[in-house]
């Protein structure tokens, strides 16, 4: 089974890391990364930054050039970065925004419909949101004006499951990641996600697994495999995940 891993931190204390929450995540190299997964048919994935790693690129771009093709990088910035550097991190790997609401991030949600409206039409990136969908009520009309977002970790919760299969039929995308995190059924809400949208999940390691109660374990794919049929499989393992990157 080939696998697209929407969703993977590198951690390089040769670049600017910053405490999070009291938080200060382990190294984690390419080549622990690589260790990790060895057992897995990796074929091209999407580098994330953590809360941890604020506003820097350099990581990320060093991280992009040693792994090579078939790999994007998803970055943060501030509201007021101007469009070249926008257009130079596109050019140099770089997909996507994310807005990391979990991690302290709520203030960034006044500016959410602008800025994504901003890196879309000029870069063709989309937005990535790292939040619990309990809080999505809040913002539904927003995610649903907007043209390309996804979110992180199943939305972490099953009280604002409703709410995300709502935006899933809208276009909304949804990253099968970090199963551990959130207070749902991780099968049961991803049969249901898939029944609305089959193109919307996108499977990824998390690793490695920053603060999750559990890591990342070769069980999660197993879980996936046991629940869905083949056809199903290579979606979310595989295609969706990279059609969804590769438009940018």
């Known amino acids: 089974m080939k696998i697209f891993d929407s969703h993977f931190h590198i951690i390089d204390y040769r670049y600017p890391i910053i405490e999070n929450q009291g938080y200060l ?18 074929v091209g994935g999407t580098v994330v930054s953590g809360s941890f790693q604020g506003f820097d690129q350099q990581y990320l771009i060093h991280t992009l050039n ?3 093709k078939g790999f994007y990088g998803v970055t943060q910035l501030p509201i ?12 140099q790997g770089i997909t996507a925004v994310r807005f990391n609401i979990q991690r302290g991030g709520i203030e960034s949600l006044k500016n959410l419909r602008y800025f994504s409206e901003r890196i879309y039409e000029l870069a063709g990136w989309h937005t990535e949101l790292y939040l619990n969908t309990k809080t999505l009520s809040q913002i539904t009309d927003t995610l649903k004006a907007l043209p390309r977002v996804s979110i992180d ?10 709410t995300l299969l709502d935006l899933v039929d809208h276009g909304l995308h949804v990253k099968a990641t ?12 991803m049969k249901q996600i898939y029944m609305v949208n089959p193109e919307a999940l996108m499977f990824g390691t998390d690793l490695p ?11 999660d794919v197993k879980k996936i495999q046991e629940a869905f049929d083949e056809e199903a499989c290579s979606k979310i393992f595989y295609q969706n995940a990279q059609h969804w990157y590769q438009k940018n």
Do not use: C, M
């Open 209 to 219: 697994s920053t603060r999750a109660p559990q890591p990342f374990s070769l069980n």
């Open 153 to 162: 970790h199943l939305g972490l919760s099953k009280e604002g499951l409703p």
């Open 25 to 42: 995540p382990p190294n984690y190299l390419i080549k622990d990364y690589k260790k990790d997964t060895k057992k897995l048919d990796i």
């Open 178 to 189: 970090g199963f551990s995190r959130g207070n749902l059924d991780v099968v049961e809400t």
């Open 66 to 68: 040693k792994l090579g």
């Open 80 to 91: 007021e970065v101007s469009d070249k550097k926008i257009l130079k991190l596109k050019s």
